[in-house]
């Protein structure tokens, strides 16, 4: 029986994992993913790279500054310097880099996707495929909308998340043989609300074509959430070359990723949910707010409602 299985291998799944592995535990991450990291992700295609989630991250509390600092002692994560007058932090040679040290000697099992939990005399049972695992205690970090597809929708953890809201988040990934006008855009108001010049960040692989990153505002991602990603990136692209001031057809590759649940618009307002019996705990960005370090902050938290609660 694994001492406690995490579903999700988010940054508050890593940072749980991390946080339980430090106090003797053995932790086993679960994630559908063949990555990870959640939206601290970065895309590969074509000999290019794009981090179509978050962008970089910052720390306004000691424990993630000094997580990030010692991240970037490891080369995992520099400094960016994005046009706004502040050097931002990010993963290098990506984003999802940032994750991936993290993680280190951490067991995760990769697209292994969890589908149910059900509570097993003391312990939980974790569907995964065709199998069953026996874990004496579970963490679950995935979003808030589906937590109620593994417990149930009668589970008494579930009604508190009735509050939670979020808002999609559509993201062109584009490469265009065309000048940089600038590094990086941000408008809430237009229906591209951030473009950034994704090949500018340090470590990038050098490229003929600027690769660009524009993620739409919460207007524009939900009137075409549902759209063909290879339709959302037609749509999308005009509007980033009339940004850039240059032609579609200067495009050497361009594709969309669709994020359903991309920002914490009405967050939980406590760090982590756990049962009574102190068996289970549901973490994530959306208890804090739509920020990684949120994330981090609220798998430390379900670790340690844990430890505190173990016998």
């Known amino acids: 029986m694994m001492d406690v299985a995490i579903v999700g291998a988010g940054i508050a799944g890593i940072a749980c994992a991390r946080r339980l592995a430090g106090a003797?535990?053995?932790?086993?991450?679960?994630?559908?993913?063949?990555?990870?990291?959640?939206?601290?992700?970065t895309r590969?295609?074509?000999?290019?790279?794009?981090?179509?989630?978050?962008?970089?991250?910052?720390?306004?509390?000691?424990?993630?500054?000094?997580?990030?600092?010692a991240a970037e002692t490891r080369e995992a994560v520099a400094r960016w310097q994005?046009?706004?007058?502040?050097?931002?932090?990010?993963?290098?040679?990506?984003?999802?880099?940032?994750?991936?040290a993290l993680a280190q000697g951490?067991?995760?099992?990769?697209?292994?996707?969890?589908?149910?939990?059900?509570?097993?005399?003391?312990?939980?049972?974790?569907r995964?495929?065709?199998?069953?695992?026996?874990?004496?205690?579970v963490v679950v970090t995935v979003p808030a909308p589906q937590v109620a597809g593994l417990l149930g929708a009668d589970h008494p953890l579930v009604a508190p998340l009735a509050a939670v809201?979020?808002?999609?988040?559509?993201?062109?990934?584009?490469?265009?043989?065309?000048?940089?006008?600038?590094?990086?855009?941000?408008?809430?108001?237009?229906?591209?609300?951030?473009?950034a010049q994704d090949s500018s960040k340090p470590g990038r692989p050098a490229s003929d074509a600027a690769a660009w990153v524009a993620q739409a505002g919460a207007a524009f991602s939900r009137r075409h959430l549902e759209d063909d990603p290879d339709d959302i990136a037609a749509a999308m692209l005009p509007l980033l070359c009339d940004r850039l001031g240059t032609a579609p057809d200067r495009a050497v590759h361009a594709?969309?990723?669709?994020?359903?649940?991309?920002?914490?618009?009405?967050?939980?307002?406590?760090?982590?949910?756990?049962?009574a019996d102190g068996t289970l705990c549901l973490a994530g960005d959306w208890c804090l707010g739509p920020r990684v370090e949120a994330a981090w902050t609220s798998g430390t938290a379900a670790a340690d409602t844990l430890l505190e609660r173990m016998p």
Do not use: N
Not at 25 to 32: H, I, N, R, S, Y
Not at 45 to 63: E, K, P, S, W
Not at 128 to 137: I, M, S
Not at 167 to 172: D, E, F, I, K, N
């Open 24 to 41: 003797g535990l053995v932790p086993v991450l679960f994630d559908k993913g063949r990555g990870i990291g959640g939206r601290v992700a």
């Open 44 to 69: 590969r295609a074509d000999g290019l790279q794009f981090d179509h989630g978050a962008q970089y991250v910052t720390a306004r509390g000691d424990a993630f500054a000094a997580v990030l600092d």
């Open 82 to 100: 994005d046009g706004s007058g502040r050097a931002h932090l990010v993963g290098t040679p990506g984003m999802s880099s940032l994750a991936k």
């Open 106 to 126: 951490l067991e995760v099992r990769q697209r292994a996707e969890v589908t149910a939990l059900r509570p097993d005399e003391g312990a939980w049972m974790l």
């Open 128 to 137: 995964v495929g065709d199998a069953w695992h026996r874990a004496a205690r």
């Open 165 to 195: 809201g979020f808002a999609p988040s559509l993201t062109l990934m584009a490469a265009l043989s065309a000048p940089a006008p600038f590094v990086t855009r941000c408008d809430p108001d237009d229906p591209l609300s951030w473009i």
């Open 255 to 275: 594709a969309a990723h669709r994020w359903r649940y991309a920002h914490v618009t009405a967050p939980l307002g406590q760090p982590c949910l756990a049962a």
